[in-house]
């Protein structure tokens, strides 16, 4: 069995075996493997056989034999075009590994992606999340701590890797914050839990930046903590924005990591938009990066508006932006919204 | 992005990136570090000067040089589960760290290291002479 056996299904090998043959007026020419058994074309016993191997990283996977007739030239093209068509394959078959690779994934972190909000009264949540083609790992989700409907756990998260490895982590860091939340009083508490357990146990070198919040349903206060995440932004009903600002390093990377938590309160009528790089670094045909600015600008101008409309305005202004340009990174965005009273 | 390697002694090296640094790249650039201990450097400076964008995989690439340059093995940020983990990158064993030291990054590249505690593990400083002066 060589590389060579994957080609021989293909019509044009016989048809360059027989094209050669022709340019040798009707010559014998063959393709065997090392072990002298005949791939393809006529076997050719002539001792004086003209032969000229075929290599693949530097080791000689076939020959090609050519009758005492044949030019020396035309044996060495023939094996020319057989290298090339072995790369060809190759590289063929590695694009399809990958491609299949990323479906796989997708279709994990798909699974992973909360099928309903929680009924939270007074509380209503959106959300976008489109996969890019090349890059994956984003997560979010929107769940009662304890099963409780007291309290709301947000979280958004993104993994720097992608493909199946990302994917699985993926899952593994939603389900230990699932847990952590549940376990840990404190949002802060939560993530160093989840570091600890990355840091130490798990044998991957992928990084996760992530945002958690805690809401209380009755009186709106919210407790966050970030792992070098992108700070959540708050729209005021009043029309002001607040980045929400906590100190703490990216999940994975260091041992020692210690979390800043901070609180807020939201009115009757006021927003968090949480989002992944993926909506910062969008680019413009121009290569114009969307930018915190502009999100920022975009998330003041729709306060007070409700979350579904905040979701669907910032996706509308990132796709107007990046025009014909294909996503790169996926593109991921949750709100909730206080309702106003 | 280009790299350009200007080796000031048998043990300072320093890398000026230009261009950005993204998921396309960063694994040359581990490479590239990976070479540069190998043939003796055992400081590394990068020069963020003309380094115009970094996405989140250029976070994983000098997390990587940070431990390639402390004799640590070098992870493969893509072998996934099988890889060996980058385990306690920091300074809590309480030894100096700054094997590999920033150089002039822009205020976004920074504001990323700054977030993601990567400044930490990486002394940023305003220019070469600084950097390589420690």
Redesign the interface.
């Known amino acids: 069995m060589t590389q060579l056996d994957d080609l021989l299904a293909d019509a044009s090998l016989a048809s360059l075996l027989a094209l050669a043959s022709a340019a040798a007026g009707g010559a014998d020419i063959g393709v065997i493997d090392p072990e002298g058994r005949l791939l393809a074309g006529r076997e050719v016993r002539s001792v004086a056989a003209r032969r000229s191997p075929v290599t693949l990283d530097g080791e000689v996977v076939g020959l090609v034999v050519g009758e005492e007739s044949v030019a020396p030239e035309l044996s060495v093209l023939v094996g020319c075009a057989l290298e090339m068509a072995l790369v060809g394959a190759r590289v063929q078959a590695e694009r399809a590994r990958v491609g299949q690779e990323l479906a796989i994934g997708r279709r994990i972190q798909a699974a992973l992606l909360p099928r309903r909000f929680p009924d939270a009264d007074g509380w209503t949540f959106a959300a976008r999340y489109e996969p890019a083609r ?2 994956g790992g984003d997560l979010f989700d929107v769940f009662p701590v304890r099963g409780a409907l007291d309290r709301i756990a947000l979280v958004i998260a ?1 993994v ?6 990302a994917a ?1 982590l993926m899952a593994d860091v939603k389900a230990l914050l699932h847990a952590a939340i549940d376990n840990a009083e404190a949002p802060a508490e939560a993530l160093r839990r989840v570091n600890a357990v990355l ?2 146990e ?6 996760v ?1 992530a945002a958690l919040l805690v809401i209380d349903v009755a009186t709106g206060l919210v407790r966050y903590a970030l792992a ?3 700070p959540p932004l708050v729209a005021r009903r009043a029309g002001r924005v607040e980045p929400l600002e906590a100190d ?3 999940l994975g ?5 210690a979390f800043e938590e901070r609180e807020t309160v939201l009115e009757p009528g006021d927003a968090v938009t949480l989002y992944t ?1 993926g909506i910062t ?1 969008a680019r413009s045909p121009a290569r114009d ?1 969307y930018g915190e600015d502009r999100l920022l600008a975009l998330v003041g101008g729709a306060c007070g508006r409700p979350a579904e409309t905040i979701a669907q305005a910032i996706t509308d202004d990132v796709t107007a932006f990046r025009g014909e340009a294909e996503p790169f ?1 996926d593109l991921t965005l949750l709100v909730v919204e206080r309702r106003p009273a | 992005m280009n790299t350009t390697i200007d080796r000031v002694s048998p043990e300072v090296a320093v890398l000026a990136l230009d261009g950005e640094l993204d998921a396309s790249n960063y694994r040359e650039l581990i490479t590239t570090g990976s070479s540069l201990y190998a043939d003796g450097a055992r400081s590394l400076i990068l020069d963020l000067s003309n380094l115009a964008y970094m996405s989140s995989s250029g976070i994983v690439a000098l997390h990587s040089l940070a431990l390639i340059f402390r004799g640590q093995l070098p992870p493969d940020p893509e072998a996934g589960w099988a890889a060996i983990h980058a385990v306690s990158a920091d300074t809590a064993a309480g030894e100096a760290a700054d094997q590999v030291r920033l150089v002039n990054p822009t205020p976004a590249i920074d504001s990323v290291l700054e977030r993601t505690g990567l400044r930490r593990i990486l002394p940023v400083y305003p220019d070469r002479n600084a950097a390589i002066a420690g």
Do not use: N
């Open positions: 090349e890059v993104d720097t890797g992608k493909g199946i490895p699985v840091v130490h798990r044998q991957s070198p992928l990084f930046t070098g995440h992108e703490g390093p990216i990377a260091f041992a020692d990591s790089d670094d990066f990174d």
